[in-house]
């Protein structure tokens, strides 16, 4: 029998190394907790709750910081409010309870189902050419769940029964991205775990770790959406149809219009756009249309 100390992460870690030299090191890092283990839904499921625990609060607290900051104040869109601690301290609350609650079970069912659909988990890991486009596939097929099931949760009984929650906050900040109802963080979490389902099943071609990087961005994008600061350098003002914190700021300060997470096309071919020049140009147009009609 093998002593005890040697059935340790570390210990499979080296019996990994010395047989699988072609691997680097994150690749072997990664066998290694997937035999350690042992069961592998078990090994998926604590992976991704923790990465999204820390992803989440990690990517919430600088922007706790920022608003401590008063120099950075003036790049606050709506400035007058800053949120308080208290306030900060109620939205994290529930955002762990939904967490706990809705969101482990359906990270637990992920594992079962992806590999239903071919998911790999194994080692070596796609190059990073396959792990990008497919990640911006499915950047694109999320913003569209998101625009059509948000736009649908804004009609009235939805709103008054599900989506109110979450427009608690008229100036957003970072940690009130999940804070929502947990029926709207099903709905909108559907879109973020079946767009690579969907691609899996016709593809066959998808790592868990590609979804583990679309996953981290998403969080990201959705925490810097509601994080209340537009900078200079934030990403919109380079990539103009990147929709940013700009965008869904002025969804929750006007309650209509913008209804996107990622892209601002859907509100644009659409006319959802929301603000005073979304605002000027409908107005201009209905004049010519006016003239025209005259
Ligand atoms: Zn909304
Ligand atoms: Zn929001």
Not at 47 to 68: A, C, N, Q
Not at 71 to 81: A, P, T, V
Request: hydrophobic fraction near 45%; aromatic fraction near 18%; glycine fraction near 4%.
């Amino acid at each position: 029998m093998l002593p005890h100390t040697q059935n340790t992460y570390w210990h499979e870690f080296s019996e990994i190394s010395k047989y699988n030299v072609q691997l680097n090191y994150f690749e072997r890092l990664w066998a290694a907790w997937y035999a350690f283990i042992g069961n592998d839904v078990l090994a998926t499921g604590i992976m991704s709750f923790l990465m999204h625990e820390i992803v989440y609060f990690g990517r919430s607290l600088p922007w706790m910081i920022i608003d401590r900051i008063p120099s950075l104040n003036k790049y606050k869109i709506q400035g007058q409010k800053v949120p308080s601690a208290k306030e900060q301290w109620d939205c994290a609350k529930l955002v762990l309870l939904s967490h706990f609650t809705v969101e482990l079970p359906q990270i637990w069912f992920f594992h079962p189902l992806a590999q239903f659909f071919g998911l790999s988990t194994t080692v070596p890991f796609p190059s990073i050419f396959t792990m990008a486009y497919q990640i911006a596939i499915f950047f694109v097929l999320e913003d569209t769940w998101h625009y059509w099931t948000h736009r649908a949760l804004h009609w009235g009984p939805l709103y008054k029964n599900i989506h109110k929650i979450h427009h608690q906050y008229s100036a957003p900040f970072g940690l009130a991205a999940e804070y929502a109802s947990p029926i709207e963080v099903m709905i909108l979490g559907l879109g973020t775990v079946s767009s690579p389902i969907l691609w899996c099943a016709i593809t066959k071609d998808l790592h868990i770790l590609t979804m583990y990087i679309w996953i981290v961005l998403r969080l990201f994008q959705a925490i810097d959406a509601h994080s209340g600061y537009d900078f200079p350098w934030s990403l919109h003002h380079f990539l103009p149809f990147w929709a940013g914190a700009d965008h869904h700021d002025t969804h929750h300060e006007k309650f209509i219009g913008n209804y996107s997470s990622s892209f601002r096309w859907w509100d644009y071919v659409l006319d959802t756009e929301s603000g005073p020049e979304a605002a000027k140009r409908r107005r201009e147009r209905k004049l010519a249309s006016s003239k025209k009609a005259q």
